[in-house]
């Protein structure tokens, strides 16, 4: 396995980058930001894992009795078309895998992405895989990651799927995405500790509630444990945690992603035009080197000819 570079497509022409090892991790902690030309300089003839920014695509958890990959790229589409505003036929699909008679639906425009594959491909680069940003970052089993980046939210959900929505949205989806659910576990991620005040401010009461409950648990248990018990009770771990960070320290580097859009309409391509480019010196002089060997071997046939008919 060689050196890998994760890139991730930004807005207003901006991209994002970071070394993997062959060993998949990261090379350091270090990511870079740029325009395209200078993106370039790095991934000229590098395999490169694309990143798609979480406002262009949308998953959802779709319930199948379908377990046959083919007939779930064939149907499974139609059966959501209810849920998807815009036309099938301008979208591509990927989908995890099947658990429990569920599965993760994953869908982007197909233009918009074969425009970031493509521009990635022009420069040298050799896209191997194509996710979605979101959908890379690390959560508990049972949790919730939430990162507050730029106005954007990014959540990763516990059932494998998530969403990007802008700032002032946030509220109202979270609120149904938290309506039936006691104590959920959560990650809150922002750059700032103003910024952690205002994602958790964003929380709907329900959750905010059973955290302090959880508050009061601990410290209820801590001081319990002080005393002399034959059995001191273990203190309560909150559900809430919030950490000062950014998207890049929480993305997972997997050797086999469950969602990958490097499949049916944007699946690789045979690379017949780079290999034209690298055979066409050598096929050139190839044909002109038969030539001469045809005209060499013409005139030695002539000459022998013309020397029998003298003798």
Not at 61 to 71: A, H, Y
Not at 83 to 93: K, Q, R, S, W
Not at 270 to 283: G, I, S, V
Request: include cysteine.
């Amino acid at each position: 396995m060689s050196e890998r570079i994760y890139v991730r497509k930004l807005e207003n022409s901006l991209w994002q980058w970071r070394y993997v090892t062959p060993l998949g991790q990261w090379s350091s902690e270090s990511f870079y930001t740029g325009d395209i030309n200078l993106l370039a300089e790095s991934i000229a003839g590098k395999p490169v894992v694309l990143l798609l920014p979480g406002q262009h695509a949308v998953s959802i958890r779709v319930e199948t009795d379908l377990k046959d990959r083919r007939l779930i790229n064939k149907v499974l589409p139609f059966q959501v078309e209810e849920h998807i505003i815009d036309n099938l036929d301008e979208m591509a699909f990927a989908y995890g895998p099947v658990d429990d008679g569920s599965l993760t639906l994953c869908y982007t425009n197909e233009e918009y992405a074969r425009s970031a594959i493509e521009t990635l491909e022009d420069h040298g680069a050799v896209v191997q895989r194509v996710l979605v940003d979101y959908l890379e970052l690390s959560r508990d089993e049972d949790g919730f990651t939430l990162i507050l980046e730029h106005d954007q939210l990014l959540v990763a959900d516990d059932q494998g799927s998530g969403f990007c929505v802008d700032f002032g949205l946030a509220p109202l989806l979270l609120k149904s995405l938290f309506a039936n659910r006691v104590a959920p576990k959560l990650l809150l991620v922002a750059e700032s500790e103003v910024e952690l005040g205002q994602l958790k401010a964003m929380l709907p009461e329900a959750v905010l509630a059973s955290e302090a409950e959880e508050e009061q648990s601990i410290k209820q248990d801590e001081n319990l444990s002080q005393l002399d018990l034959d059995e001191p009770l273990q203190a309560a771990q909150s559900r809430v945690t919030a950490e000062v960070g950014g998207f890049w320290d929480y993305v997972l580097v997997q050797a086999k992603p469950a969602i990958d859009f490097r499949q049916g309409p944007l699946s690789r391509k045979l690379p017949f035009a780079q290999w034209f480019k690298q055979w066409r010196l050598p096929a050139a002089a190839a044909v002109v080197a038969f030539g001469l060997a045809m005209l060499a071997a013409t005139f030695d046939l002539t000459t022998a000819r013309k020397q029998y008919r003298q003798y």
